[in-house]
């Protein structure tokens, strides 16, 4: 579930996506926080069709951790950054077991989605 922030539409540029300043922000925060093997942005804002009530879906692919205790951990490291925020933590072999299930989100973030960091 995402994180409402008050004034998070401020940071949605007129083409529909979130500002590269506030991206850098947020793979800045993450990448200190967990080192991840990669951040992938999905969604409305990957597409370019951010609203005012448009969240961030990242997905964030790190091995060998607690998914949960990941996503809460970087919920918090990603307060304040202006925008509502959607995280899921996956590991490698998450992704590569339901990389062609079209029934879970890892799919269509892998299709759709934009690499926005690579270790």
């Given at each position: 579930?995402?994180?409402?922030?008050?004034?998070a539409?401020?940071?949605?540029?007129?083409?529909?996506?979130?500002?590269?300043?506030?991206?850098?922000?947020?793979v800045?925060?993450?990448?200190?926080?967990?080192?991840?093997?990669?951040?992938?942005?999905?969604?409305?804002?990957a597409?370019?069709?951010?609203?005012?009530?448009?969240?961030?879906?990242?997905?964030?692919?790190?091995?060998?951790?607690?998914?949960?205790?990941?996503?809460?951990?970087?919920?918090?490291?990603?307060?304040?950054?202006?925008?509502?925020?959607?995280?899921?933590?996956?590991?490698?072999?998450?992704?590569?077991?339901?990389?062609?299930?079209i029934?879970?989100?890892?799919?269509?973030?892998?299709?759709?989605?934009?690499?926005?960091?690579?270790?």
């Amino acid at each position: 579930m995402g994180v409402n922030q008050p004034n998070a539409s401020r940071h949605v540029r007129p083409r529909g996506t979130v500002s590269e300043g506030i991206l850098q922000e947020i793979v800045r925060r993450i990448v200190e926080a967990v080192r991840p093997e990669k951040i992938i942005l999905f969604g409305s804002a990957a597409r370019g069709e951010m609203g005012p009530d448009s969240d961030v879906d990242l997905l964030v692919v790190k091995a060998g951790v607690d998914r949960r205790a990941v996503a809460q951990l970087l919920y918090r490291r990603l307060a304040g950054v202006g925008v509502a925020k959607n995280i899921l933590v996956v590991t490698p072999g998450d992704v590569e077991r339901h990389k062609d299930n079209i029934g879970l989100v890892i799919s269509p973030a892998l299709r759709e989605g934009r690499v926005i960091y690579a270790a």
